[in-house]
């Protein structure tokens, strides 16, 4: 059977609209045959309910865990259940979480980054040029 990819925008209409076409959304997430989405759309729910919407990063990790509890396919699950959990319990980037941890498990050790907050994640080095 042929999975049907589902972007970031019906998981935004899930968590923060309402009316006819959120409602089509949920029901769609609630079926959840054949559907599958991405570790990059975590990025952009992130994003958007943070900047657009100014959600609590509470809130917006609650989101996130929804989507990881679903039926829905997911490429590097398990990758994005540890960055969130690491997300949910630190100060720091949402990206800069999920990057340490897809590179974490490609057993990269080392990382070129003028960014200091990547000093927080204790298995990866951060050097500068």
Known sequence: M???FVDTNIFIEVFVRFGNKSDRCKALLKEAKNLQTSSFVFSEIEWVLRSAYELDKRVVVKCLKTVISSN???DNKMILVKA???YESH????TDCLNIFLIKDDNVREIYSYDKGLSKFN???RLEP
């Open 123 to 125: 298995w990866v080095k």
């Open 2 to 4: 042929v999975n049907k």
């Open 84 to 86: 969130i959990e690491f």
């Open 91 to 94: 100060t720091v980037d949402w």
């Open 72 to 74: 829905i396919e997911i």
